[in-house]
């Protein structure tokens, strides 16, 4: 069964306390893997699109990282307008749906 | 900055009534999407639109629900006889065309529907 976990499920750092999020994947025929902020009752907010195991795209203080099993999104220096819920998603080969994760809840703290 | 806009913000319906969620998705893209998602779950995919026609579709959409594009702007969702476990937060997206490597879908802020 295709699936995508993220870890861990919530995460509080302090401001300008660096740390990263895991997206492990287990989708056949995978096509590549979006990351996305949500902040609560809003949508998914789109951040990268990660194709390639090695491929790395940054975004401010965000830099997502994909291996063959596994996607990071490290968030460096953070400030409390990073808190949010941060999702991963996998998409397949031949089809447009979005399988996603059921995200990390950060939280920053001043 | 383009992005997806959708109608109503918030929806207060009665078990068994219709609803009708609609969507205005970015001007010049190709694939339209609903998701949903479920208080403290994950976002799930309902369906996908191309061309006029649905390409793809989840177990969750069934006979219940259909989606339509009546003109050049709008896409909706209507869902037939709603149940109490249809009350989400239903979410359009939009992408372009994967052939120039335009994969990557722009969510609306959501419809809020309560199912009373």
């Known amino acids: 069964e295709d699936q995508v976990t993220q870890s861990p499920e919530a995460l509080r750092l302090q401001e300008g306390e660096s740390s990263s999020l895991n997206c492990s994947y287990t989708?056949?025929?995978?096509?590549?893997l979006f990351w996305y902020r949500q902040d609560p009752g809003k949508g998914p907010e789109f951040l990268f699109t990660l194709y390639s195991a090695g491929e790395e795209k940054e975004k401010e203080r965000l830099k997502a990282t994909l291996t063959k099993k596994e996607s990071f999104l490290h968030i460096t220096a953070p400030k409390p307008e990073d808190s949010a819920t941060y999702l991963c998603a996998g998409f397949k080969t031949g089809a447009n749906n979005l399988f996603f994760g059921t995200g990390t809840r950060l939280t920053v703290i001043p | 900055e383009p992005e997806v806009t959708q109608t109503p913000s918030h929806q207060v319906t009665q078990m068994g009534q219709e609803v009708i969620l609609r969507c205005v998705p970015i001007s010049n893209h190709l694939y339209f999407y609903w998701y949903r998602q479920i208080l403290g779950q994950k976002v799930e995919f309902l369906v996908s639109?191309?061309?006029?026609?649905?390409?793809?579709k989840s177990e969750i959409f069934d006979d219940q629900f259909s989606v339509e594009r009546p003109d050049g702007s709008n896409f909706t969702l209507k869902i037939r006889s709603t149940k109490l476990e249809d009350s989400a937060m239903y979410f359009c997206?939009?992408?372009?065309?994967?052939?120039?490597?335009?994969?990557?879908?722009?969510f609306g802020p959501g419809t809020r529907l309560t199912v009373t």
């Open positions: 989708v056949s025929g995978l096509r590549g």
């Open positions: 639109f191309y061309n006029n026609e649905i390409s793809e």
């Open positions: 997206a939009s992408s372009g065309d994967p052939g120039t490597g335009g994969y990557e879908q722009y």
